[in-house]
């Protein structure tokens, strides 16, 4: 992006320096609709600029947790930028609102960005700035508390990621032993995990009362913009999920234990192959890994090849697990250059080929709308965002040849993959389940969290496995969960996108160059339009009713089978 409003030699380094920007914005007068479009666009490079200037404070700290420079410097700008900015954007969005050419903004997209403004303007508080500032504070230690996370085995430490390969041991008593040190050494931190959950839920219930509302559930569903769908839709959800998609699982992993003549069916059996074989390698290396999946874009379309290859060259990939690096996997927007970045813990499985096909599914996301003018017509709502990237596992199953160079070990991937798909939504419905709880109940006890957890799981988890005598782990078993932590109630637009992506797979199954060209299309309008209209031009419906979710449910156990 080329800057026209911010100098070209400069920096986000400290408020005072960034503060004249925000200034010069407030007291420009505008005296016609051209004269906003001109502000509006200064407004959106002056984001994008800060955008990505705390977008590499975040990047740099996840890549190296125990680094303290790094840290101190991503906590600079949460507490002695971000805190600034806040009452200061307000009045922004205020002047905004107040200028009678807002009316005159016809381009498609405005509709939708006036409407985000002005619930920002109706959920601000300036109470809540320093209560911001502490959450975020605190949502990072999570990251900090599983980067330290590590075991001893077989004469090496480990990530507790890469320990995740021994759970696919032939030898049972393998799996075991490592299940067992990475549930001890999560027990280590059990105690420091509740109570930082206890004072996150503390100080976002805070936020919500402070701005007018009964809990940070019904406050978190209005900041998270949910105009498309209510509280009551994602209860539906839950009950939907239950009905027809818990079934397939415990089918599935009666089917399992069969396979694996077990008659005591545990959780360190339920990732090892069920024919006895070794675990999926897809590949050996992280360049391996990316030279493998520009060939399998390619095959989908040449434009997605393009996309991870000119992130490789700029060097926006971050795959290896390795010792004090953050958990998870994440793909981030960097809204100046147009070129994002991808991070992740790969040690060669089978499940970091979907993570990597996931993120990039995210980062063609980001190429395809980065034409559009303003920095908040780039950011669309999660249930979009996850489209894009759960669509991108699917459709990308049909070139994993790719990776594996036996039609058996072909097969063994996409039965993995749409085993994935069945037991997402159960899961996503448990813990977004479990947070509407807690936030309904914000002064509950430690003791009352778990009840309710071991409730929630005994619904949508397997009835297969035998957790006696390890129901400690099974009870702390939602700590895993980041969002929880880092992105709370960001969870249960995974399932209605997984719902959206097996649509597009269907679509893509029966005409290939169409579905793509309808996901392109969909994934470029950014958030210019609703949900439903993005989804509508994916060729797909915005639903997940009971009679949705079992069509599509039928159609990925159809799709099972034939494989």
């Given amino acids: 992006m080329k800057r026209n409003f911010v100098k070209a030699d400069f920096t986000?380094?400290?408020?005072?320096?960034?503060?004249?920007?925000?200034?010069?914005?407030?007291?420009?007068?505008?005296?016609?609709?051209?004269?906003?479009?001109?502000?509006?666009?200064?407004?959106?490079?002056?984001?994008?600029?800060?955008?990505?200037?705390?977008?590499?404070?975040?990047?740099?700290?996840?890549?190296?947790?125990?680094?303290?420079?790094?840290?101190?410097?991503?906590?600079?700008?949460?507490?002695?930028?971000?805190?600034?900015?806040?009452?200061?954007?307000?009045?922004?969005?205020?002047?905004?609102?107040?200028?009678?050419?807002?009316?005159?903004?016809?381009?498609?997209?405005?509709?939708?960005?006036?409407?985000?403004?002005?619930?920002?303007?109706?959920?601000?508080?300036?109470?809540?700035?320093?209560?911001?500032?502490?959450?975020?504070?605190?949502?990072?230690?999570?990251?900090?508390?599983?980067?330290?996370?590590?075991?001893?085995?077989?004469?090496?430490?480990?990530?507790?990621?890469?320990?995740?390969?021994?759970?696919?041991?032939?030898?049972?008593?393998?799996?075991?032993?490592?299940?067992?040190?990475?549930?001890?050494?999560?027990?280590?931190?059990?105690?420091?995990?509740?109570?930082?959950?206890?004072?996150?839920?503390?100080?976002?219930?805070?936020?919500?009362?402070?701005?007018?509302?009964?809990?940070?559930?019904?406050?978190?569903?209005?900041?998270?913009?949910?105009?498309?769908?209510?509280?009551q839709d994602c209860l539906n959800f839950h009950e939907a999920v239950k009905l027809h998609a818990v079934p397939l699982i415990n089918e599935h992993d009666k089917q399992r234990k069969q396979k694996l003549k077990l008659d005591d069916y545990r959780p360190w059996d339920t990732s090892v192959d069920e024919e006895g074989l070794p675990p999926l390698k897809p590949f050996a290396t992280a360049q391996e890994l990316i030279d493998r999946t520009i060939s399998c874009f390619n095959k989908l379309d040449p434009f997605f090849g393009d996309c991870i290859n000119t992130m490789q060259k700029m060097n926006r990939l971050d795959l290896e697990s390795r010792l004090g690096k953050a958990p998870g996997g994440y793909q981030y927007p960097l809204y100046e250059t147009d070129v994002p970045f991808i991070f992740m813990n790969s040690v060669g499985l089978h499940r970091d080929l979907v993570t990597m096909v996931h993120e990039g599914g995210h980062a063609i996301h980001s190429f395809l709308d980065f034409g559009l003018e303003l920095v908040d017509f780039k950011s669309p709502p999660s249930e979009v965002a996850e489209l894009a990237s759960m669509s991108m596992e699917l459709m990308s199953m049909e070139h994993w040849d790719e990776f594996f160079k036996t039609d058996e070990e072909l097969k063994r991937a996409k039965r993995q993959q749409l085993e994935g798909v069945m037991d997402t939504l159960p899961w996503i419905a448990a813990i977004d389940k479990f947070q509407h709880w807690i936030y309904e109940n914000p002064k509950h006890t430690t003791a009352e969290r778990y009840d309710q957890w071991q409730k929630i799981i005994a619904d949508f988890g397997s009835s297969v496995i035998n957790y006696n005598g390890l129901e400690s782990n099974l009870k702390r078993r939602w700590q895993v969960q980041l969002h929880l932590y880092e992105v709370p109630f960001y969870y249960i637009e995974y399932g209605f996108a997984q719902l959206g992506a097996v649509a597009v797979w269907r679509n893509y199954k029966r005409n290939p160059k169409d579905a793509i060209e309808k996901y392109k299309k969909a994934l470029a309008l950014g958030y210019t339009q609703s949900i439903p209209k993005i989804y509508e031009t994916a060729g797909i419906k915005f639903d997940f009713s009971p009679a949705y979710i079992k069509e599509l449910m039928d159609f990925v156990k159809e799709e099972y089978a034939k494989i």
């Avoid at 806040?86 to 807002?102: E, G, M, R, V, Y």
């Avoid at 990621?161 to 931190?189: C, H, I, P, S, W």
């Fill in 12 to 231: 986000v380094t400290t408020w005072e320096l960034l503060k004249p920007y925000f200034i010069q914005l407030q007291e420009r007068s505008i005296n016609s609709v051209d004269e906003l479009e001109k502000w509006l666009k200064d407004y959106s490079e002056l984001s994008a600029v800060i955008s990505e200037n705390m977008a590499w404070r975040y990047i740099k700290m996840t890549c190296d947790t125990a680094n303290t420079e790094l840290r101190d410097s991503f906590n600079d700008f949460v507490q002695n930028i971000e805190p600034h900015m806040s009452p200061i954007a307000n009045d922004l969005n205020k002047k905004i609102i107040a200028t009678p050419f807002k009316d005159q903004l016809t381009k498609a997209g405005y509709d939708i960005y006036l409407r985000g403004i002005k619930n920002s303007i109706d959920l601000f508080r300036e109470e809540n700035i320093p209560l911001n500032t502490k959450l975020q504070e605190l949502e990072q230690q999570f990251g900090e508390i599983n980067g330290a996370q590590s075991i001893e085995y077989a004469g090496e430490k480990m990530t507790l990621q890469k320990a995740g390969v021994f759970l696919k041991d032939l030898n049972r008593a393998v799996r075991e032993e490592v299940y067992q040190k990475v549930q001890t050494r999560r027990a280590q931190d059990e105690d420091a995990l509740n109570k930082l959950f206890t004072k996150l839920v503390e100080l976002r219930n805070q936020v919500a009362l402070n701005a007018g509302f009964k809990n940070f559930r019904d406050y978190k569903h209005q900041a998270l913009a949910r105009f498309d769908y209510s509280v």
